[in-house]
């Protein structure tokens, strides 16, 4: 069974850093395209940055391009986002998704979620 498991989440001031990272339990998911949703409270869940298998296309949500930056490890079966310049309005539960499609549109497997909160 397909897991992913993220960690790394918690609590920065604005314009502070934090990465993020997801695990996947299995090696399967090295040709799949990764990426990162998250959701804040009352709002609907958006897409935040993906990246191709070989690591080598990303595309970035226009709210945090220039300030994220999504990577992978596939001999760590492990996907990354690092976040710089945080702003309170990145605050959301961050899920990490793997899709077969470059779209990302209908993700195969989803995470838990991990809390980013950024205090003003």
């Known amino acids: 069974q397909v897991q992913l498991v993220e960690s790394g989440g918690g609590l920065v001031q604005a314009g502070g850093s934090l990465s993020v990272s997801c695990a996947a339990s299995?090696?399967?998911?090295?040709?799949?395209?990764m990426g990162w949703f998250r959701q804040a409270p009352g709002k609907a869940r958006e897409f935040v940055a993906s990246i191709d298998w070989r690591g080598g296309t990303t595309n970035y949500a226009d709210s945090v391009k220039d300030r994220f930056t999504i990577s992978r490890d596939n001999a760590k079966n492990t996907v990354y986002l690092q976040m710089n310049y945080l702003k309170p309005e990145d605050t959301a539960v961050y899920y990490c998704a793997a899709d077969w499609s470059a779209s990302m549109r209908r993700p195969n497997y989803w995470g838990q979620g991990t809390q980013v909160t950024v205090s003003s």
């Open positions: 299995t090696r399967a998911l090295r040709t799949y395209y």
